[in-house]
């Protein structure tokens, strides 16, 4: 159906409801990225983090190691994450566990870290000066990968004194993006993405173009 839907192929499913779906989607997401303005009416004060786990080799290219924050407002149909959507849960975020993950950082064989959620942009204020504490120990011999509901215009439009555009520019990759599940396809599914809606994009390289420019290597834009 995925690909029917992408090349305009229409076999089991009407316009219509593809229409419908689209528009739902956007809707959704219109909505949601609305909230990113409401920034003060969120608690993203206290961050919690759902999970922290090294060696992983599944959120990002390398061996990696991965932080999970928790809450999430988009609330997308089969989120892959769905228990830590809501703020409450998890554990708190210390400076012991920032100690560890730039201690951990240190293997020689580890490429990077990735943020993932959850929605890392509504724990900024505790992301951002993690990021800056891994590029004054590591430079930019570490990449930094990041997940976003939010698409990477809604977040780049932000003043620059917004904690969520600082923390976008300061990260190497962002993979934007609400997860729509009418765009997984499972017997082919999109690398590092969870649909093929979302985009990896080269951050250096967008803000340097004022353009999106996204990693051609894992998919064709
Ligand atoms: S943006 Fe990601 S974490 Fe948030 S609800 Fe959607 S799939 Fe889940």
Redo the contacts with the bound molecule.
Sequence with gaps: MIQAINEGVYTDISKEDIRAIREERLNKIIEQSTLSYRWNSIPYMETKVADYKTDNFVDGPGVRNVLYVTY?P???EE????S??DYRNGFDYTDELQALIIADLGKAYIQGLSLL???PTLNAKTLLPLVEEVRQVYGETKDIWM?T?YLYETLNALPDTDERKQLLQAVDVVVDG??IKEYRDEANPPVFR?SSNQRIIDVKQSVATNQVVELTEYYKP
């Design positions: 999430c988009f609330a997308c989120c892959y994450n769905e830590i959507q959620g959850g929605e997940w509901g609400q997860y969870g």
